[in-house]
Structure formats: structure tokens, C-alpha cells
């Protein structure tokens, strides 16, 4: 089982980014998929979930609502983050992580065993 995101960057206030999570070992309709964020000197917090429940129900933490957008395209077993209207605040490193014992979405990132690598997003003028 593997995750491996992509698609960070540097972009000025306001700008966009889409990160990718590309899952190989497992499908998409088995386990949920959160992305988490941590800047320097800070812990790291969820910024994001899909669950791979039917209805594939999506997450977000409050400081993201209205700006990011979580997705999936099952047949490139790949996980989206879209990212609009960035504050510099945003600027940390973004993983995409699993959980394989759920389905189900966990704002605890004790409870994700396989992680990504990271891709660093940097928001700045």
C-alpha cells in the first residue's frame, strides 16, 4: 500500500492549487482518504476527508469550508484537493494519508497508518 501526493507549489495570496494523492495496493471504495497539513513548529492537523462509503461523503475543517474541495477519480485511483483562494496562513507541508481498518473519516491523524510523503505548499507574495 502506497500513497504518494503531488502538486504543490509556490503561489501568491489568493491563487490556486490542486494536490493529488495517487493510491496504489488498494481501490478507492475501500478506505477513506483525509489530507493533513503541518506547518513549522506546529502540529499536524486534518485539513480534509473522503470517505469510501457510497455516498462518498467529504469532510472539511473549518478553516478550509468554502475554499478547498476534496474528490476522487476512481479510475485513476487518485484522490484531489483543490485549493482556491490561498492565505499565506495555508502555507504548510500536505499529506494524504489512509486509515485500513475504515471506510469511515477520522479527524485524528493517530488514526491513519499509511501516509504519503508530503508536498509543500508555500503561499506567499
Known amino acids: 500500500v502506497q500513497l504518494q501526493a503531488s502538486g504543490g507549489g509556490l503561489v501568491q495570496p489568493g491563487g490556486s492549487l490542486r494536490l493529488s494523492c495517487v493510491v496504489s495496493?488498494?481501490?478507492?471504495?475501500?478506505?477513506?482518504i483525509g489530507w493533513f497539513r503541518q506547518a513549522p513548529g506546529k502540529q499536524r492537523e486534518g485539513v480534509s476527508c473522503i470517505s469510501s462509503t457510497s455516498d462518498g461523503a467529504t469532510y472539511y475543517a473549518d478553516f478550509v469550508k468554502g475554499r478547498f474541495t476534496i474528490s476522487r477519480d476512481d479510475a485513476k485511483n487518485t484522490v484531489y484537493l483543490q485549493m482556491n483562494s490561498l492565505k499565506p496562513e495555508d502555507t504548510a507541508v500536505y499529506y494524504c494519508?489512509?486509515?485500513?481498518?475504515?471506510?469511515?473519516?477520522?479527524?485524528?491523524?493517530?488514526?491513519?497508518?499509511?501516509w504519503g510523503q508530503g508536498t509543500q505548499v508555500t503561499v506567499s507574495s
Open positions: 494519508a489512509t486509515d485500513q481498518r475504515t471506510r469511515l473519516c477520522s479527524w485524528l491523524y493517530s488514526d491513519y497508518d499509511v
Open positions: 495496493g488498494f481501490t478507492l471504495d475501500y478506505y477513506a
